[in-house]
């Protein structure tokens, strides 16, 4: 029984259906990173929300684990290329939280135009500051949104329901959708410039990592207020700060800070700011969506194989998963084969797919047929990690569809592209179960692999086979190596 550790709190429904679904689990949040590196070799499954690092250190100590689950969107905490190169599936739940977080957006933007925390702090205080507190209006204002992905739509659509005019900056969002959900598309200086509240919402990258410096900052109106709810690092907090001080920005409201958890922030204490401890996805509905969104998906991966919302590998639904079991039985076979006769560095790799296979989903079996092929020089290659290996080694993989029916109604064809030669291995299903070598090196055939196996080619060399010789003339064999026995010595030779 697969065994699965949850690291961070996460709602109970995570376990429950765990153990439903036949995972062992064990619940220990708030570990500390040595605790978790001491017990994290006997899980098959880590599911965590954005306070556990999953670092490259605590995976080297994860000989087991095959997938981490995050209960929520941003894997900054997950050293993503690590997992990777361990073949360790990485997925996350990419919508459960997005309309929390979008509140919360909108709940800071209301907090920032009507200043309640500061209201409401100095009302405790007795104080009555009535004519203290001039807030502004939100409707009729402009909203520029800088990434209009999941969450950014969501907001667009909230903030045109307070009748805000909605501007966004998103290099990838598309003018069909834009005028689709009724947004203004801008470049980011245009929407600096425009906006009276500015709120972020795209993933931190290396394109994205201070977005919001001083220049964006002095390029914005006189009084506007900035929101982010997405990540620490999309906004320079010295130059925010000192925005803040001078009075050009009006306000700025934070869910997400450079560090965290952030317990010393140079922005602290600094006047109209609001502050909240990354917040953005803790509401119960959310965190129950997540929960067992992360949960299915993890069991399923573990059970089935059924692979959803991964980061590092292509998908494979849990009901696609036993269709694509016998193919990627094959897609194995065929690529160990072929890793086995090849000798040189190999410089390209193409997989055709034709009759029945090629309607199928067909990027997890390449990345099987890639994992067979590298498993005989890597010992730590899976389907996980033999395309970004593959790339690594700059070996140019092409996948091609073929409609056609061929002799077979379903076949898989290997070619491999060395320095020295190409070779190319092609199998197919009996009876849509059963794994056939059906040609190698263009000589048809026809093979069912088991585990040990020899593999000759006999050159038709005179005297070379004795009694065998004529029989196996210009061909290819492939024999469990049983048949032999009596000629051992002969095969070890030709070997
Ligand atoms: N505060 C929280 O608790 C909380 C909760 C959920 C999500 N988040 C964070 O919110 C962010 C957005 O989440 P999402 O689900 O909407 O993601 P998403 O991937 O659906 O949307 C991100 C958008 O950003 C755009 N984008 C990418 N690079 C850009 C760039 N250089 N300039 C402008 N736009 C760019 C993308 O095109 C995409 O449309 C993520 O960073 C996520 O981690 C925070
Ligand atoms: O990316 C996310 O989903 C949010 O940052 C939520 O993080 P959390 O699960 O730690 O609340």
Redesign the pocket.
Known sequence: MPKVLIADKMSPRAAEIFRERGVEVDEKPGLDKDELAAIIGHYDGLAVR?STKATAKLLEAAGNLKVIGRA???I?NIDLAAATNHGIVVMNT??G??I??AE?AIAMMFSLARQIPDANASTHAGKWEKSGFMGVELAGKSLGI????????IVADRAQGLKMRVLA?????SAERAKEMGVTKLE?DEVLKRADFITL?????D??RN?IDERALGLMKKGARIIN???GGLIDEVALKKALESGHIAGAAL??FAQEPATDNPLFGTPNLIATP?????TTEAQVNVAIQVAEQMADYLLTGGVTNALNMPSMTAEEAPRLQPYMALARQIGGFAGQLTRNGVTKVTIEYEGHVAGLNTRPLTAVVLEGLLKPILESVNMVNAPVIARERDIDVSEVVHEREGDYHTLIRLTVTTDAQTRTVAGTLFSNRAPRIVEVHGVSLEAELSDHMLYIINDDRPALWGRWGPLWANMISILPPSILADHKRAVTQSL
Request: proline share 7%; hydrophobic share 30%; net charge negative.
């Open positions: 954005s929520g969107i941003g900054d990419p919508f939280n997005s929390t977080t919360h800088v990434g209009c992905g999941n969450i950014g739509s900056f998103d290099p990838y969002l980011l919402h795209t993933p931190l990258t394109k994205t977005i709810c997405a990540r869910d997400v990354h917040l953005g996805a803790s």
